[in-house]
């Protein structure tokens, strides 16, 4: 039963361009959503959340929209730089205080130059 | 600061064998998490503990597995009888009760049964 699913397994965008990575659920109980990045054989690396209550939140070059009707959130990151080429992973909760983090599959970008 | 950490990075172990990972959180942080990842997979929860209290864990954690965090710092994953399934990153994270309770992973331990 994959609750959160990030249906691209990879992604190639040139840099400077806009990356878009996008994620479903299933579970309408989750309420709070994060992205991680992960370099390889190095820990997921926090970069970016949204609580339900909002449908947009920005830090920097990453936006995170989310549309709870759809249950899809997307990350955007523009503009896109070599750094960025790593696996991104969704995540969701339920409840900002809560425990259990559920993660989707992933998904491979690659920024070229 | 210098995040969350664990030891060893690597585990080349038989099957059968019992292996145990350290994990060191960040200082100030109560919750701890244990996750494992597989090749192509997001990371799967396990267990949790708000200071030395495990007060939550997965039905992925069978009766080989056991956790512990005895004075509420740092924690240990044994893993009894390993099984060649059992091959995977495992994951430890941390996070300090706020607004928001954001996990921050350390790097993990890859572990091979061969």
């Known amino acids: 039963d994959q609750q959160v699913k990030q249906n691209s397994p990879s992604l190639s965008v040139q840099e400077g361009r806009i990356s878009i990575l996008n994620c479903d659920y299933t579970n309408s109980m989750f309420d709070y959503f994060l992205w991680y990045k992960k370099y390889p054989a190095e820990g997921p690396t926090f970069l970016i959340s949204?609580?339900?209550?909002?449908d947009k939140n920005e830090d920097g070059r990453f936006t995170v929209f989310l549309n709870k009707s759809a249950k899809h959130l997307s990350l955007h990151i523009v503009p896109s730089q070599p750094g960025d080429s790593a696996v991104y992973f969704c995540?969701?909760?339920?409840?900002?205080?809560?425990?259990?983090?559920?993660f989707g599959q992933g998904t491979r970008l690659t920024i070229n130059p | 600061d210098t995040g969350v950490s664990q030891d060893p990075r690597h585990k080349i172990t038989k099957r059968g064998q019992n292996v145990t990972f350290r994990c060191d959180p960040i200082?100030?942080?109560?919750?701890l998490y244990w996750y494992r990842q597989t090749l192509g997979q997001g990371p799967e929860f396990l267990t949790y503990f708000q200071n030395e209290a495990q007060l939550e864990k997965s039905r992925l954690l069978s009766d080989r597995f056991s956790a512990e965090r005895p004075k509420g710092s740092f924690s240990t994953l044994e893993i009894q009888r390993t099984e060649q399934g059992d091959s995977a990153m495992y994951l430890c994270a941390s996070s300090f009760r706020e607004p928001t309770d954001t996990q921050y992973f350390g790097p993990g331990t890859r572990l091979t049964v061969l």
């Open positions: 995540a969701a909760k339920r409840g900002q205080g809560a425990q259990k983090l559920v």
């Open positions: 949204i609580s339900s209550i909002k």
């Open positions: 200082s100030e942080h109560n919750r």
